[in-house]
């Protein structure tokens, strides 16, 4: 884990919360996961771009918030061709709740991603989800909270920023990667991130490119470097304005459809 001096100070205080937040005591999960592989494979015969969207009310780059119904927001991400949703349930810097995610796992058909600051395995035990999000600079014992990820039920999708986690995830025996482009100690994204981490992912890992895709552009660019689907958060979110959010999860979507020109 990266020392704290590292971190941007929104980043620390995120993990703080997360830290007080493990500390509750809570029944285990055992959870029926619907898989994300097959998910991102159905999206890819009906020619989509798979997407992950993300129901994001805020964020620390965020430029405002979205406080429309998180259920309405993930059917409208479906309905916009999304493979499947990522639901926020980090509370004090995100807006999220673990309620929103049940909620919205509840109404669609896709897998369900908890995107939240897992840093111990009884942070696993708050709300059933098909897929838990392990940060590989936050954690200790990555391989430990693979397995009990995995003992639960979830497929747990392992993010990395370098080369460096990257091997480290790959030791834990991660089989579903995401290459966030954001750098969380400095919170500066970069795309090019992603083109120089993921030529050393086997094939055989599912690959997901995160953070900073906000145009079709963006959305042929990572694809060309090898990504098997992308999450989007704020792109679709709009949290600035009121815009649609099927249409914008559409517009990734159907990217791969569009001329370089449009």
Request: proline share 5%; aromatic share 2%; net charge negative.
């Amino acid at each position: 884990m990266n020392s704290p001096t590292e971190l941007a100070p929104e980043v620390r205080s995120i993990l703080e919360a997360a830290g007080e937040r493990s500390n509750d005591d809570r029944d285990r999960l055992s959870v029926d996961a619907r898989s994300l592989p097959d998910a991102l494979a159905r999206a890819e015969a009906d020619g989509r771009v798979p997407i992950v969207a993300e129901v994001k009310p805020t964020s620390p780059t965020a430029d405002g918030t979205r406080a429309d119904d998180p259920v309405e927001l993930a059917e409208a991400m479906v309905a916009g061709g999304a493979a499947a949703i990522s639901v926020l349930t980090e509370p004090d810097h995100f807006g999220g709740s673990a309620e929103a995610l049940e909620r919205v796992r509840a109404a669609v058909d896709v897998p369900v991603l908890r995107k939240d600051f897992v840093l111990e395995e009884r942070g696993m035990d708050v709300v059933e989800a098909d897929l838990l999000l392990l940060i590989a600079r936050f954690v200790e014992n990555l391989e430990d909270l693979v397995a009990a990820a995995r003992d639960r039920g979830f497929q747990p999708l392992v993010e990395v920023h370098d080369r460096a986690e990257l091997e480290e995830a790959l030791e834990a025996g991660a089989e579903i990667i995401g290459v966030n482009n954001r750098d969380l100690a400095k919170l500066e994204v970069d795309l090019g991130t992603f083109e120089s981490v993921s030529p050393h992912v086997p094939d055989d890992v599912t690959l997901i490119a995160e953070s900073g895709v906000s145009s079709p552009e963006d959305v042929r660019r990572m694809r060309e470097a090898g990504a098997d689907a992308l999450l989007v958060g704020s792109a679709i979110m709009d949290h600035d304005g009121a815009g649609d959010v099927a249409e914008n999860t559409r517009r990734l979507a159907d990217a791969t459809q569009e001329t370089p020109n449009e």
